[in-house]
């Protein structure tokens, strides 16, 4: 597609229940990420897919977040037993994975709202 | 581990005013370094790049200079505009290791009419 696509937009749930937010890439984009933004605070890396290499999860903040990507295509966060502290935005982005600059083209956004 | 440590906001000017926003970081090596810019409402996109020392990078009347002698990468504009008004994030890319961009906290900058 022209953009990453991520969905959906907004998701408010109880505590404790599993979520799993999408995110379509730039079609070719060979990287894909995932990120947090809580209100106010800066970006928090979670996980990174290039490829078929073994993904860099060194970000996830506990064994309740897992992500799967299938391929070079879409991929899937999904937070399990939500807490309210994993109320944030979840956002997506992909990329060429040149040498160099790495740029990184990013999705609109998922707001997780756990009540 | 690497690092990327921006002045704190909100930095509130008036129109025309001149802006620097400080960035400093930490790395291995040699890395790429970016700012990005979060419009009101709206996704992070990138506003501008450099891939080495002493590169510049521009884009909309904003410049920043990779400086590896003191690590950093500050932000600045002749003459901002209302429409700048947004949250800007420096951020750096490894050259070698875990090649996900490391972000700052952003600089929320509002600007004045």
């Known amino acids: 597609g022209a953009g990453v696509s991520q969905s959906p937009s907004n998701k408010v749930t109880e505590k404790g229940k599993d979520v799993e937010l999408r995110c379509d890439p730039i079609?070719?984009?060979?990287?894909l990420y995932w990120y947090r933004q809580r209100l106010g605070q800066g970006l928090e890396f979670l996980i990174y897919?290039?490829?078929?290499?073994?993904?860099?999860k060194s970000g996830l903040p506990s064994d309740r977040f897992s992500a799967e990507r299938t391929g070079e295509s879409v991929s899937t966060l999904t937070i399990q037993r939500t807490q309210q502290e994993d109320s944030a935005v979840y956002l997506c982005?992909?990329?060429?994975?040149?040498?160099?600059?790495?740029?990184?083209?990013f999705g609109a956004g998922s707001r997780l709202t756990v009540l | 581990g690497d690092s990327v440590t921006q002045m704190e906001g909100p930095v509130t000017l008036s129109e025309e005013a001149f802006l620097t926003i400080n960035c400093t970081y930490t790395a291995t090596g040699y890395p790429s370094l970016f700012w990005y810019v979060q419009y009101p409402g709206e996704g992070l996109q990138l506003l501008l790049k450099?891939?080495?020392?002493?590169d510049k990078g521009s884009n909309k009347g904003f410049e920043a200079t990779y400086r590896k002698e003191t690590t950093s990468f500050h932000l600045e504009k002749g003459s901002v505009q209302v429409s700048d008004s947004a949250v800007y994030f420096c951020a750096l890319s490894a050259y070698t290791g875990r090649r996900a961009l490391t972000f700052g906290s952003g600089t929320r900058l509002q600007v004045q009419p």
């Open positions: 079609s070719g984009h060979t990287a």
């Open positions: 897919f290039q490829g078929n290499s073994a993904p860099d």
């Open positions: 982005a992909s990329s060429l994975e040149l040498s160099g600059a790495n740029v990184l083209t």
């Open positions: 450099a891939t080495k020392a002493d």
